[in-house]
């Protein structure tokens, strides 16, 4: 299992507990952004800067994932590429998105850029939050878990 995260919009409190995990476990990390991000000096962790445009870190983390590999998003459209692909997509709020509900999640946030685009005032997601943090670091830490048990069994 790799992990890589879609850096550009990604709260520093949720890429701090990202390198811990990464230090604690030996699992690679992978920061994909189109600006240069603060990393650590660590040889589990890595940024890849790519060109400014619409979806290009988003595109390069499709094609560079493999299946299995754990996706840290909160970009709707590139959790349900990753899934398509057979990786894990979680949301930085502590939100595993599955191919049981990627699809209800597209459709929400589809129905949203659709009041939006139409003049209404919809709000933006909330400042994240101690809860989110910890909902986050739990379930990373129960994802770590699943991948750390598969290994020992040879899955």
Known sequence: MRIWVDADACPGAIKDILFRAAERTGLRLTLVANHPVAIPRSRNVDFLRVQAGFDVADNEIVRRVRPGDLVVTGDIPLAAEVIEKGCLALSPR????????????LTMRDFMDTLRASGIHTGGPTPLS????????DRLDQLLQRHRDAARRGD
């Open 94 to 105: 502590g939100e595993a998105y599955t191919a049981d509900t990627i699809r209800a999640r």
């Open 130 to 137: 101690a809860r989110d943090r910890k909902a986050f670091a």
